[in-house]
């Protein structure tokens, strides 16, 4: 139904507590006189951990949660992602298992919500199967490299927009239509050394041109913010009007990197914003928190330089480049 807000996770016990302080900051920013339907597609989530996601959901007045068994038979064949867990691959059966909806918004686990994300839902995708919003470190089809081994399965331009599939509004019946589902699994079945984001890669191959580029402060992606101290200029983004405020103007923040932000001694972006929602979210009693925080605190402490150095590192690298492409061309 239009008039409810659909929201569809997909997790398995790996990342209970990032799925936690994502729905509670979906619910948290979500308005009291509007109903929100939100689904768990469970790949291995603990009871213990469905209960706690069952009680988060009654904090609002309107939202109702369902946790789906995912059949997980036609993934069990593919190998293992190279840099997530299994759990990654169950966004590609979600459409399927939810077919009786029309329209879904998918999230991942790593996300933090900062809006009502029912101004999302209802985002126009003018006929297309989905809405996504372009990947920042690789934003067309040539700059993600791996598509050029395989132009004879993959046939999109190569200033084709290429998407971050970490949040996605769904067009059910199109997905379905169109078979994305058993067509993104031959992909990484016949071609998994090629590719690099496993589910990803395999999604933007198969969709071709029909996915609608969403504004990127709906998928703000900070694996980009680490390298580029949040100033980056994203003058490649498709329709950006914005580049210098992405993660300023930022709807969903996307910790697409690792380690992730509720893990200890995380020392990226947003640490504190993220660390205020764990504490309100109740995932942790006052005493756990505490010493949680403590924990996290001397992790922190002794990462931080470390971090620090790597992104410096790639600051004087990315400043250098041109400087060595001179040198280089005035000695030849």
Same mark, same amino acid.
């Given at each position: ?98 077919? $009786? ?6 999230? &991942? @686990?790593?996300? /933090? ?8 839902? *209802? !985002? ?6 989905a809405g996504a919003v372009q ?105 950006? $009007? ?6 300023? &103007? @930022?709807?969903? /923040? ?8 509720? *893990? !200890? ?24 928190y505490r010493r949680y925080l ?39």
């Amino acid at each position: 139904m239009m008039n409810t807000t659909t929201v569809a996770f997909a997790a398995d016990e790996q990342v209970a507590p990032g799925l936690y302080v994502a729905l509670y900051s979906v619910l948290y920013h979500a308005s009291p006189d509007h109903a929100y339907q939100i689904y768990v597609l469970d790949g291995g989530l603990q009871v213990g951990t469905r209960h706690r996601l069952q009680a988060l959901t009654e904090m609002h007045p309107l939202a109702t949660l369902s946790i789906i068994t995912a059949a997980t038979h036609r993934l069990d064949a593919l190998k293992a992602p190279r840099h997530v867990g299994r759990a990654a691959y169950l966004l590609l059966i979600l459409p399927e298992a939810l077919s $009786s909806c029309e329209r879904i918004l998918y999230l &991942d @686990a790593d996300v /933090l919500v900062l809006a009502d994300v029912r101004n999302l839902f *209802h !985002v126009p995708l003018h006929g297309a199967i989905a809405g996504a919003v372009q990947n920042f470190s690789a934003p067309t089809m040539a700059e993600s490299r791996r598509f050029t081994q395989l132009s004879d399965v993959v046939t999109r331009s190569p200033t084709a927009p290429y998407f971050n599939s970490g949040m996605m509004v769904i067009d059910v019946e199109r997905w379905i239509e169109a078979d994305i589902t058993a067509r993104a699994i031959d992909l990484l079945t016949d071609h998994f050394e090629e590719l690099t984001v496993d589910d990803q890669d395999a999604l933007n191959g198969v969709m071709g041109d029909a996915c609608t580029v969403l504004d990127p402060v709906w998928n703000a992606q900070l694996h980009c913010a680490i390298e580029s101290t949040k100033t980056v200029c994203y003058d490649t983004l498709k329709g950006n $009007s914005r580049p210098q405020n992405i993660f300023h &103007d @930022a709807q969903i /923040l996307h910790f697409n990197h690792t380690p992730k932000p509720w *893990h !200890v001694g995380y020392a990226g972006p947003y640490r504190r914003r993220y660390l205020r929602y764990l504490q309100m979210s109740g995932w942790y009693t006052p005493a756990q928190y505490r010493r949680y925080l403590t924990s996290n605190w001397l992790t922190y402490l002794y990462t931080k330089p470390l971090h620090d150095a790597r992104r410096c590192r790639a600051a004087l690298g990315r400043i250098s480049r041109p400087i060595r492409k001179r040198l280089q061309s005035t000695i030849s």
